[in-house]
């Protein structure tokens, strides 16, 4: 089966916001450049990348994948629906949102996921305060893209009115993103062997 994952990143320049009193503005793109890395680094191999942003990451990131540069910002939702649209485009069967940071994801993960959706046309993985990690979506327009606060709870409610089974993957490795100091400290206890990590023990002194 043909899977795409879209991953959407943020501009470079407004990386990660609520950590400017602990990194610079540079210091920020390149934590989120890291960050999509060792995400790269988990669909490697597994399913066809696509990366969504308004920044060219090309100049940084030279990996195997496609990447849809938006001429400006709209939002997660568009960016994710902008990425589906070129994966149907091209012959995919499913399709797989992962966020850019959740550095904590391995190729097992995916590859778990990808096998719940052999059997369930929506899988998808809770993450902290009610939002939403991995969407795995079979066929990619199975459900119309949800992204809120509560992502989690509203992804569930649009599936059972459109009498869509959901299948959940719940996994601590791919709740955990990184927004806040408190993130930074609890993703270092599990991160070890990562790019992020070897990025956050580099500035230890700041987040300790």
């Known amino acids: 089966m043909q899977?795409?994952?879209?991953?959407?990143?943020?501009?470079?320049?407004?990386?990660?916001?609520?950590?400017?009193?602990?990194?610079?503005?540079?210091?920020?793109?390149?934590?989120?450049?890291?960050?999509?890395?060792d995400v790269l680094d988990a669909l490697e191999g597994v399913v066809t990348s696509v990366v969504v942003s308004p920044s060219n990451l090309r100049e940084y990131v030279n990996r195997d994948y496609e990447l849809i540069l938006e001429e400006e910002k709209r939002g997660l939702a568009e960016a994710v629906r902008m990425g589906n649209a070129y994966a149907m485009a091209e012959g995919a069967e499913a399709t797989l949102f992962v966020p850019a940071d959740v550095p904590l994801i391995k190729k097992h993960h995916v590859e778990e996921v990808l096998k719940l959706g052999k059997k369930h046309p929506l899988v998808i993985s809770p993450a902290?305060?009610?939002?939403?990690?991995?969407?795995?979506?079979?066929?990619?327009?199975?459900?119309?893209?949800?992204?809120?606060?509560?992502?989690?709870?509203?992804?569930?409610?649009?599936?059972?009115?459109?009498?869509?089974?959901?299948?959940?993957?719940?996994?601590?490795?791919?709740?955990?993103?990184?927004?806040?100091?408190?993130?930074?400290?609890e993703f270092m206890h599990h991160g070890k062997g990562t790019r992020t990590y070897e990025f956050l023990k580099r500035y230890e002194e700041r987040w300790r």
Do not use: H, W
Request: charged share 30%.
């Open 128 to 185: 902290r305060k009610g939002g939403v990690g991995i969407i795995y979506r079979r066929p990619p327009d199975v459900i119309p893209e949800v992204f809120s606060r509560t992502s989690f709870a509203d992804i569930q409610r649009v599936a059972a009115k459109l009498r869509v089974p959901v299948e959940v993957y719940d996994s601590f490795y791919l709740a955990l993103d990184i927004d806040t100091v408190e993130d930074i400290r």
């Open 3 to 37: 899977v795409f994952a879209v991953i959407p990143v943020n501009r470079l320049e407004e990386a990660k916001s609520r950590l400017s009193e602990v990194f610079s503005p540079q210091e920020r793109a390149e934590l989120l450049l890291c960050m999509l890395e």
